[in-house]
């Protein structure tokens, strides 16, 4: 009967000594896009450093001067990351930075080497054929085009009203540094080639004129000796 009791007792005190309080959820810390916000707060031009072989050193100030056509406040991150993260890599980063700012405008989000990116408007004011202007942008740049080069494309095409058409039958792209490389090496390997086969073709014709030349002399003797 004791023991009963005393489980009885130890059972009422756990109930009635309140429990620790749950350890706080730590905050959220702040996500790439909360840093590309704050960077675009300061600079609406925000220009990576993580990729220096892949960025002129006069980025920021071709890229501003391009956008500075645009009219209106213009927006842009030059970011490896264009995604918002592996869990949702075809959210757009543009608008979660809009999310972030809480301010109107074109918002233009780019990687480095150009490949990638997109351009938004958000709020009132003069309509730009954005989306059209970015795909025909891309068609039309270099596989190796640098962020400024694409923006300075896409400004010009946006601000050209053509922008549909330009998506639709864009013009060719140049090629690529890689692709000039590689074509006059070629080129040059064939000038190479043709040299050394007319080379060889003139050497084997003053290889052959003394041979003819004594089967020419034989052939005289020979019809003076029949003469004779």
């Known amino acids: 009967m004791r023991r009963g009791w005393s489980v009885l007792g130890i059972s009422t005190l756990i109930c009635v000594i309140p429990s ?7 905050a959220d810390a702040p996500s790439r896009a909360d840093h590309l916000a704050a960077a675009l707060r300061r600079d609406p031009v925000y220009v990576t450093d993580h990729s ?7 980025a920021a100030a ?31 980063l543009a608008a979660l930075l809009h999310d972030r700012m809480r301010r109107d405008g074109v918002y233009i989000v780019i990687a480095p080497r150009g490949g990638d990116g997109e351009a ?19 068609f039309e ?3 190796d085009a640098s962020a400024p080069d694409v923006i300075a494309r896409f400004v010009d095409i946006a601000l050209s009203g053509q922008a549909e058409e330009r998506r639709r039958h ?11 490389a590689l074509d006059a090496y070629d080129a040059a390997d064939r000038r190479a080639d043709r ?6 073709g003139g050497g084997a014709a003053l290889t052959g ?20």
Request: aromatic share 6%.
């Open 20 to 26: 620790a309080p749950a350890a706080a959820a730590p």
């Open 195 to 200: 040299a050394e086969k007319a080379a060889f």
């Open 52 to 58: 220096p072989r892949s960025v002129p050193a006069d």
């Open 62 to 92: 071709r890229i501003r001067a391009s956008v500075a056509r645009l009219g209106g406040p213009v927006y842009v991150a030059v970011t490896p990351t264009t995604g918002v993260g592996p869990w949702n890599p075809g959210d757009s």
């Open 170 to 180: 864009p013009r060719p792209a140049p090629r690529s540094k890689t692709r000039v």
């Open 141 to 143: 740049s270099s596989s």
């Open 120 to 138: 938004r408007q958000f709020g009132a004011g003069r309509r730009l054929p954005l989306k059209d202007a970015w795909l025909a942008a891309e």
């Open 209 to 228: 004129l003394p041979i003819l030349a004594l089967l020419v002399g034989f052939r005289v003797r020979r019809a003076r000796k029949a003469r004779r």
